[in-house]
């Protein structure tokens, strides 16, 4: 039970990605062509609520869907089984979760 509902939270994750890259590179691109430097993207994102939930969101469902793609590949190809395959896949996912919010942060606040 435990495998279909991380299958289905990986799914739902990749569903929710999906409009957040596309939103991430449209701005990019956006921002490229505009011919804005790194210092005035930064400038631009301080103190933003919005960008803070944006990438907020961001981080947070790609955290979740990258810790249980690499606990189905520390499965397949490591052979942990059990409570190791389960704190390899949270420890991961807070990983992930950490230095993509402190970016995050860095980016809207600090």
């Known amino acids: 039970m435990l495998n279909l509902r991380l299958y289905m939270l990986?799914?739902?994750?990749?569903?929710?990605?999906?409009?957040?890259?596309?939103g991430h590179i449209a701005v990019m691109i956006y921002a490229i062509q505009g011919g804005l430097t790194a210092a005035e993207i930064l400038g631009r994102t301080k103190g933003s609520v919005a960008w803070f939930a944006f990438y907020g969101l961001f981080v947070v469902a790609v955290s979740v869907h990258g810790a249980i793609g690499m606990r189905v590949v520390m499965y397949e190809w490591a052979g942990l089984k059990g409570k190791w395959l389960d704190a390899f896949m949270y420890s991961s996912g807070f990983f992930l979760l950490l230095i993509g919010a402190r970016a995050v942060w860095a980016v809207t606040f600090a």
């Open 10 to 22: 990986q799914r739902i994750t990749a569903l929710l990605m999906a409009p957040l890259v596309l």
